[in-house]
């Protein structure tokens, strides 16, 4: 009863969930939506032994940190060669009916997003890969299953067991402005386009948080072993019945011509798409004919990218400003007479750099040609040298710190000069505080740009250790604040003190210490004290942290001054260790777990037992893995990897078991052994000759 009662919901939920977000043609109101939605969440609560990954409950996804696994593709994700020229996309033309005859193309919008690889088996959606290098990329399932527009499970009949659809994630403007807006008011750094707002969100660690970003996913090609079509055209139709979300802008064009029509008029057009393109992709139709042209290094030699130009502009350089960043990084910025672009004003562009604008040799008064390659911050691409007043002389970049007026240094391998005066120079101090201040590191509130810059000015207010001496009595007579602002801010402030390490270490603004890198040291080290004793061999040590991270945080240590800070800091009570957390036992520290299947409680709750009891979860089977526990229904593809990877599989029960004991239930191998049991070109995935011939399936 239950269980029927939860498969219609979740078929009616699939259902009105394809009109909305693939079709465009909701039949039913959210309210109704939402209502279902519920009912079918709470039922799932109280009967976890029906949970199903591919669950429409699935797409608000979760706050546990994901790991990405690599994955080999099954098929090598390819690019594809690309012009901006049209005689050389004629000449492609030409190469292909030299060798195959005329033939039909089909012509496709490029999207501007980035790659994702979907596998399908029995209907259901089982992994979503990045494209990564090509060869393998990150396992990325769990953000991809709250994209609504990707099918769960596929509608109609007739698709294969197994098989593989490819196309691009995508950022709608809509979602782009808002989320930018959003980030803006947080006073977080802005995405520059919609592309890399894609990727980015795509490798959020939470699922919950790329469940709220509005990403779109539109596919363009199959690929799959024996796959039942002869053409292109025919498999994306399929594709579309069985519940993807496929194009509605594309043609079969049969000569140059029509090809050329669609190019100029979707070079037009696309200004009123609700997503980013950057170009059209032209594809033989016929897969007989696609085999017959097969492939070079790189691409198919039956597909080619025909790329837009971006949008420009002439207009004068009429000077050029130096702004100083919160690491003294000098960007130079270029001001123009303002200028009309892709239907906003440009009154300003950067330029990069000393060498890029030696490069250019770019000098004020010149006319230049202003760009908007779906960066947010327009750049100088040329300068039109017919135009140059006749008595111009090379431009000569700054050589010491418009601010602080510090002589400017470069370091090896940067392409920007530094001012070198960290606590003497007003931007690189007010923008050092303005860092640790922010959202993501300790979140301190009503504290904007204005009033920093103000309590900088007045003296209260050197580096970020006077944070935690300020008064409200010193805050309020300020502009625009008043008593209970300033009651906030202190209010505020004392709250930052119970921020998780891992952001103060993010807050201090070590130069290339992000976000990520701060929670791997946090991680490995568990101390600020431990990380300012590591050596620079310890340092590496720790997950993506490179040399040159390593010798950023020893030089940010080495300095009494910042030293002297963080001494303030640790009187003031910040948190400067990782919370441990209470463990149930230590049974399973040091191992690593993969969970899958069906077992007598939720899938969440034995992840949570395996943490508890200090083991790791991962989310594929992959050499680093020591455990897979197998439920009920788990697929038979992992029991075969893990057991070619010497992999050990446990069964509920003898999981349950070994949570008691910490010992391995199967004894015949202890478990200290497992790892060395596999070989490393075996770790690393599978073997070549193991896999179906690569290039057999990207034909499809
Ligand atoms: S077909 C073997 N079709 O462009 C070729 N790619 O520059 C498979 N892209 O990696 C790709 N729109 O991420 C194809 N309609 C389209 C596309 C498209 C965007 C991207 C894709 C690919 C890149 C190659």
């Keep these: 009863m239950i269980r029927e009662r939860i498969e219609e919901l979740r078929r009616q939920l699939d259902y009105h969930n394809h009109k909305y977000y693939v079709e465009n043609a909701p039949e039913i109101s959210d309210f109704e939506f939402d209502a279902m939605m519920h009912e079918l969440q709470r039922l799932e609560a109280e009967h976890p032994e029906y949970a199903d990954p591919t669950s429409p409950t699935m797409r608000v996804g979760s706050d546990l940190c994901a790991e990405f696994q690599t994955v080999r593709h099954r098929y090598p994700m390819l690019s594809l060669g690309n012009t901006y020229s049209t005689d050389e996309l004629h000449e492609f033309i030409e190469r292909i009916e030299r060798e195959v005859g005329p033939t039909e193309y089909v012509c496709e919008l490029k999207f501007d997003g980035t790659a994702i690889s979907l596998t399908y088996e029995h209907g259901r959606l089982t992994q979503a890969v990045t494209r990564g290098d090509g060869v393998a990329g990150d396992d990325v399932t ?371 210490v992000g976000e990520t890198t701060a929670k791997y040291l946090a991680d490995h080290f568990r101390s600020l004290e431990a990380v300012m004793q590591a050596s620079r061999e310890e340092l590496v040590e720790a997950d993506e942290v490179g040399g040159k991270i390593a010798d950023a945080i020893l030089e940010y240590f080495a300095d009494a001054e910042n030293r002297r800070i963080i001494e303030r800091l640790r009187r003031a009570g910040l948190q400067f260790e990782t919370a441990t957390r209470e463990l149930a036992s230590e049974a399973l520290a040091g191992r690593s777990f993969v969970v899958s299947g069906r077992f007598s409680r939720s899938r969440e709750e034995m992840k949570e037992l395996i943490e508890q009891h200090g083991g790791r979860n991962l989310s594929a089977v992959s050499g680093n893995v020591d455990f897979l526990v197998a439920g009920e229904k788990m697929g038979p593809e992992k029991r075969k990897k893990a057991e070619k990877l010497g992999v050990r599989i446990l069964s509920e029960e003898e999981f349950l078991k070994m949570l008691e004991t910490g010992a391995d239930p199967q004894e015949e191998v202890p478990a200290a052994e497992t790892h060395s049991a596999v070989p490393a070109q075996q770790a690393s995935g599978e073997s070549a000759a193991d896999r179906p011939d690569p290039r057999q399936g990207e034909l499809f």
């Excluded at 000077?319 to 009154?347: E, Y």
């Design 142 to 512: 769990a953000n991809v299953r709250t994209i609504r527009s990707v099918p769960l499970r596929l509608r109609g009949e007739g698709w294969p067991e197994l098989f593989e659809i490819r196309g691009e994630i995508l950022m709608p403007y809509a979602s782009f402005d808002r989320l930018n807006a959003e980030r803006e008011a947080n006073g977080e750094q802005l995405f520059a386009n919609p592309r890399n707002a894609a990727a980015g969100t795509l490798k959020q660690q939470a699922s919950s948080v790329v469940a709220r970003r509005g990403l779109d996913c539109t596919l363009y090609q199959l690929a799959g072993d024996r796959l039942p079509f002869t053409n292109h055209w025919g498999s994306l139709q399929k594709a579309r019945e069985w519940g993807f979300k496929v194009s509605e802008h594309m043609r079969i064009c049969r000569n140059t011509e029509e090809v050329d029509a669609f190019i100029a008029h979707w070079d037009e057009a696309r200004r009123s798409l609700p997503f980013p393109t950057d170009g059209v992709v032209i594809k033989v139709n016929d897969f007989a004919m696609r085999r017959r042209l097969g492939f070079t290094a790189k691409a198919p030699k039956w597909a080619v990218a025909y790329k837009f130009k971006a949008e420009q502009a002439l207009t004068r350089l009429e000077s050029v400003s130096f702004q100083v960043g919160r690491t003294g990084a000098i960007t130079p910025v270029a001001n123009l007479d303002p200028v009309l672009l892709a239907g906003t004003t440009v009154r300003r562009a950067t330029l990069h750099n000393a060498e890029q604008m030696a490069q250019l040799d770019i000098r004020p008064g010149d006319m230049v040609y202003v760009e908007k390659g779906g960066e947010i911050i327009p750049k100088i691409t040329g300068v039109e040298l017919a135009e140059r007043p006749a008595d111009s002389r090379p431009f000569e970049y700054i050589t010491c710190c418009p601010v602080c007026h510090t002589p400017l240094v470069r370091y090896e391998g940067e392409a920007k000069h530094y001012c070198p005066n960290q606590s003497g120079c007003r931007p690189q101090i007010i923008g050092r505080i303005l860092h640790f201040i922010r959202r993501k590191a300790l979140d301190i509130e009503g504290l904007g740009e204005e009033t920093v810059e103000l309590l900088y000015d007045n003296g209260l207010l050197h580096d970020i250790s006077d944070l935690y001496d300020l008064k409200a009595e010193q805050l309020a007579p300020l502009p625009r604040l008043g008593e209970k602002s300033a009651e906030n801010i202190i209010r505020s402030i004392r709250r930052s003190t119970e921020v998780p390490f891992r952001r103060v270490l993010f807050g201090l603004g070590i130069r290339f």
